[in-house]
């Protein structure tokens, strides 16, 4: 049985002009409505939520309408002044709140495409990109939208009927705030008003009455401790038997993420404090996974730096035998050991961990679902000799081979295979 339905209320008065000077507070909305859109765009490198964010920006301006009416005798430029401090503002709000859920939105660096509006305006704070991180973790941060529209369809009953209708509208039909105050027959403060409130009932909903059915899907608030591992919905690349269970106590503590089946680690790192804040599994999985890559391959490839201390180090290549034993189960593979200089501690990987944080690999593994790793054989390569590492789909007969060089680990080639 479902819950009181989340209501709208809306008690925006209609727009007035000052009766001795006859200023409007609808025209000089309306005449700076097209600016602020191309501001927004700019300010958050995003055309699709620019238009929401503009009239949310006039929405704001509305509620301090009376600073409007000290403007009217000022040049446009400084009314303007005063509309982009509130657009900067919004859009500030927008990209910190909504960061972890637009993370798979690249935005352009300064100095690129984009700088400047198409009638010359001069470019936006750059501080706002920062804020922003460019993502490096692919469309994997959120599972496929078809496996949770019938979850979002259940949400979406909580709300009333004006707050439902204009979510989706908005964000399923993709209507423009034009045709959908045409449609719903209501003004655009209105209309704003509406799908500011809907995305925060629909927030609501989904971490309160259907948290348990969000954290199915592996999603769930940042800073939520689970009660337990959290099973997720990704198969183990190693063994394509058994789900990826993730391990975290909702803190600043580090994570690790194991097989249900084969009980192998697929990646882990102790202290995470410092990454940027992401909601599901999978998201948090590929974050691992990209600094997983980031570090290694800088390792192998130029200067490695001590995982506990920061320090210089040294690394060396070792044949499988040559490894701890706890470092041995997935077969015989070789590996790297990474030795600081100032804490003398030791840390190895081995190749089939180095190799599927490849990107070549993650973007074979999220193409099909369920692959497995089979251990390497000694090859040559243009004549130099490498170790090949191969993952296989267990579906079909798709490979990808990554060719290790043997003195220096360094990537020779790597061949896809259908």
């Known amino acids: 049985m479902l819950l009181q339905p989340f209501e709208e209320i809306v008690a925006l008065p209609p727009v007035q002009s000052d009766a001795q000077t006859g200023f409007s507070i609808a025209i000089f909305f309306t005449a700076e409505r097209p600016w602020l859109v191309r501001k927004c765009a700019i300010l958050t490198r995003n055309a699709d ?12 301006a509305w509620r301090h309408r009376d600073k409007v009416y000290d403007r009217e005798n000022e040049q446009r430029e400084e009314r303007r002044r005063w509309l982009g401090a509130i ?28 700088d400047t509006s198409s009638n010359g305006e001069e470019q936006d704070e750059s501080s706002l990109e920062l804020l922003a991180t460019p993502d490096h973790y692919g469309v ?32 399923i039909h993709g209507a423009t705030h034009d045709e959908i105050t045409q449609q719903l027959q209501v003004n655009e403060a209105t209309l704003v008003q509406r799908i500011y409130r809907g995305k925060r009932a629909l927030r609501t909903v989904l971490t309160t009455q259907l948290r348990d059915e969000l954290a199915a899907y592996g999603i769930y608030q940042p800073g939520t401790a689970t009660t337990g591992p959290l099973v997720t919905r990704m198969w183990c690349p190693w063994c394509g038997n058994g789900h990826l269970s993730l391990h975290d106590n909702g803190s600043s503590d580090g994570l690790l993420f194991t097989c249900q089946s084969c009980n ?5 790192k102790k202290t995470i404090g410092n990454w940027p804040k992401v909601s599901s599994a999978a998201a ?20 490695p730096t001590c995982i506990f201390c920061g320090a210089s180090a040294a690394l060396t ?13 997935l077969g015989d593979q070789p590996g790297i050991a990474i030795t600081c ?42 004549g130099i000799p490498a170790w090949v590492s191969t993952f296989q789909s267990t579906s079909g007969h ?21």
């Open 140 to 171: 994997e941060l959120e599972f496929e939208r078809t496996e949770l529209s019938a979850l979002v369809n259940e949400a979406l009953a909580y709300l009333s009927e004006p707050l439902r209708t204009a979510l989706v509208a908005r964000y």
């Open 264 to 268: 192998r680690p697929a990646g882990g």
């Open 317 to 329: 290549t070792h044949e499988a035998h040559e490894l701890p034993p706890r470092y041995r189960g």
């Open 87 to 114: 657009a900067h503002n919004v859009c500030l709000r927008w990209l910190r709140e909504d960061n972890h859920e637009r993370a798979h939105r690249i935005l352009p660096l300064p100095g690129g495409a984009g």
């Open 398 to 418: 798709e490979q990808i081979e990554i060719f290790i060089e043997r003195p220096t680990f360094r990537v020779l080639a790597i061949n896809e295979q259908s």
């Open 284 to 303: 948090r999985y590929a974050q691992l996974l990209h600094w997983l890559h980031d570090y290694y391959w800088q390792a192998i490839d130029q200067t």
């Open 341 to 382: 200089t100032q804490c003398q501690r030791t840390h190895y990987n081995t190749l089939s961990h180095l190799t599927f944080d490849l990107p070549q690999v993650q973007r074979f593994w999220k193409t099909h679902k369920r692959i497995h790793w089979q251990p390497g054989e000694i090859h040559e390569h243009a």
């Open 49 to 60: 939520a620019a238009e929401d964010l503009a009239q949310e920006t006039l929405l704001e």
